[in-house]
Nanobody, 132 residues
Framework: QVQLVESGGGLVNTGASLRLSCVAS????????VGWFRRPPGLDEEFVAA????????VVSDGVKDRFTISRDNAENTVWLQMNNLEPEDTAVYSC?????????????????????????WGRGTQVTVSS
C-alpha cells in the first residue's frame, strides 16, 4: 500500500510561485497514476491535475492550465505540482491522490482520472495561502 505525503505549501503573495511535492512510500510507485486536488475555504474538493504512471501523459484543469504543471520522477517516488503566478483564488488545501493502474487504457495513459471517487489513496494535504 502506498502512503502519500505532501509538502511545499505556504503563505505567498500574489504572483509568486510554489512547487508542491507528493512523496510516496510503501509500494511500487510506478503502478499508480496520481492526481492533485484542492479544497478552497468553504468549498468542495476540485480537480487540479493528473499524471499517468509513466509521466508521459498529463491533464491540467482548464482554470489553471496556463499556470500549473504536473510532473513526476518514479525513481524519486515523487510527483510535483508547479504553480506559477499564484492568485488569491488559488488559496486552498492541496492534496495528492493515487489510484492503481488497472486497465490497458490507464497503462497507455489515455484514461486520466479527474473525480475524487476514482482515487483510493490520499495524502493529508498542504495549505497554500495567497495574499492579495
Amino acid at each position: 500500500q502506498v502512503q502519500l505525503v505532501e509538502s511545499g505549501g505556504g503563505l505567498v503573495n500574489t504572483g509568486a510561485s510554489l512547487r508542491l511535492s507528493c512523496v510516496a512510500s510503501g509500494s511500487t510507485f510506478n503502478n499508480y497514476a496520481v492526481g492533485w486536488f484542492r479544497r478552497p475555504p468553504g468549498l468542495d474538493e476540485e480537480f487540479v491535475a493528473a499524471i499517468s504512471w509513466s509521466g508521459v501523459t498529463t491533464v491540467v484543469s482548464d482554470g489553471v492550465k496556463d499556470r500549473f504543471t504536473i510532473s513526476r520522477d518514479n525513481a524519486e517516488n515523487t510527483v510535483w505540482l508547479q504553480m506559477n503566478n499564484l492568485e488569491p483564488e488559488d488559496t486552498a488545501v492541496y492534496s495528492c491522490a493515487a489510484h492503481l493502474v488497472k486497465s490497458s487504457a490507464q497503462r497507455r495513459g489515455v484514461d486520466l482520472k479527474r473525480e475524487v471517487y476514482e482515487y483510493d489513496l490520499w495524502g493529508r494535504g498542504t495549505q497554500v495561502t495567497v495574499s492579495s
